[in-house]
């Protein structure tokens, strides 16, 4: 059987627990086992550049101290920023895939265009950062910053669901 290591590089365990819970419809008898691990060592949650360029030292450590995690058959990064995505790949002999690079790819074969909402306008960089995931940069149309915290989408989902609903966030960059 084949295992797959989901990764989540901050150190919140209710959000692996809730990525967990999101990948149980994808556990099947006979397919790949689905390992969801916390980096306890990382920030609360990614919302800055600065959280983003610790996390491939964080990731490289937890690695040494669990090294049967060098062995699964491929690594996913839980989080939109896809931080340590380059580092774990020079170092892992498998496919180290990032939520970002996966989705801007994804977004790109379905649509000629397609949008990224970041919690913070802070963090719109990620968006701008897409030109290096091969041609999807010509399909992003537009960045938005809903402007909430992290701990906010973690402990009050609802309101900022209807938040997203209703409000009007500012463009934060446009291709």
């Given amino acids: 059987m084949s295992t797959i290591l ?5 150190s919140t365990q209710a959000v692996t627990d809730h990525i967990s819970l999101a990948l149980q419809p994808f556990r099947f008898e006979g397919g790949p086992q689905l390992d969801c691990q916390t980096l306890r060592s990382g920030p609360p949650g990614i919302e800055s550049q600065a959280h983003v360029d610790s996390i491939s030292d964080k990731l490289l450590r937890w690695l040494e101290e669990n090294p049967s995690y060098r062995d699964v058959d491929a690594w996913v990064l839980a989080c939109f920023s896809d931080p340590g995505l380059f580092a774990m790949r020079e170092v892992l002999p498998c496919p180290v895939l990032g939520c970002a690079e996966a989705s801007y790819h994804a977004a790109s074969a379905m649509a000629d265009k ?15 950062r897409v030109s290096k995931y091969s041609t999807s940069w010509r399909a992003l149309a537009l960045s938005m910053a809903a402007g909430l915290r992290w701990a906010s989408l973690a402990s ?11 409000a009007r966030p500012a463009p934060c960059c446009c291709s």
């Fill in 6 to 10: 989901v990764i989540n590089p901050n």
């Fill in 156 to 166: 009050k989902p609802r309101r900022c669901i209807t938040y997203l609903r209703t």
């Fill in 114 to 128: 397609f949008g990224v909402i970041s919690i913070l306008a802070r963090g719109s960089w990620r968006a701008r």
